[in-house]
């Protein structure tokens, strides 16, 4: 069964800053991969999907981007925060019956 | 276009006591169907999963679904809480042939002892 691991577990961030948040995962091949975001007290916005390295789909415009450089690891980036940007971020594989399995999240506080 | 309803935003409910926690979707085509559970600051768990056959589906922690086509619900209940079962809940679907789940915004249930 699939493992996702992400990193770091909280961040704080200065408004400004760069980011890289980074996932990876074990016990598949290929994956469907996604980055969703989730703000105090909502539910889950979903800000990225890949399909495989190197194509990614955006879902909501804004100042976050993603990349996948290897078939396994999932990159969420920014050039320069904002205070919006704060939320608990989670990644997500695929499942072989279209279910997603979530990684344990990296909560991301832009001060 | 798909989109999932949770109707209840908050459900607080005594220990053992029953509760049913209720997802609507709309879609024009077959969907697949899924109840997830988060607990504080964690990643989201799979409760369980509705793809096809019997409408009653079975999940983890004594929780059940039921698939109802003609109302597109999909409904979650379990016949006595604890208190280890206050958390988020979210409904999920997959619309067939999609590469996504669409989330409805969830539904927090706290236990009362």
């Known amino acids: 069964s699939q493992t996702i691991h992400q990193w770091p577990a909280t961040l704080v961030q200065p408004v400004g800053s760069p980011l890289s948040l980074e996932c990876t995962v074990e016990g598949t091949s290929n994956p469907n991969l996604y980055w969703y975001r989730q703000a105090a007290g909502r539910g889950l916005q979903l800000l990225f999907y890949?399909?495989?390295?190197?194509?990614i789909s955006s879902e909501v415009p804004q100042n976050l981007s993603a990349s996948r450089p290897q078939d396994r690891q999932f990159i969420l980036s920014s050039k320069k925060l904002l205070l919006s940007d704060s939320g608990f971020y989670l990644c997500?594989?695929?499942?072989?019956?279209?279910?997603?399995?979530f990684g344990p999240g990296t909560r991301l506080t832009v001060t | 276009a798909q989109s999932v309803t949770q109707l209840d935003s908050q459900v607080p409910v005594f220990e053992e006591a029953p509760v049913e926690l209720r997802c609507n979707y709309s879609s024009s085509v077959s969907v697949y169907l899924f109840w997830y559970v988060q607990y504080p600051n964690q990643g989201l768990q799979l409760l369980l999963k509705?793809?096809?056959?019997?409408?009653l589906v079975k999940g983890i922690n004594g929780f059940e679904a039921e698939f109802n086509k003609s109302q597109t619900s999909f409904h979650l209940r379990k016949p006595s809480v604890h208190i280890s079962d206050t958390a988020e809940y979210f409904c999920?679907?997959?619309?067939?042939?999609?590469?996504?789940?669409?989330f409805g915004t969830g539904t927090r249930l706290t236990v009362i002892p």
């Open positions: 509705y793809l096809s056959g019997s409408t």
């Open positions: 997500a594989c695929r499942g072989p019956s279209y279910e997603q399995y």
């Open positions: 890949s399909v495989g390295i190197g194509q």
């Open positions: 999920a679907v997959d619309q067939t042939g999609a590469n996504n789940l669409f």
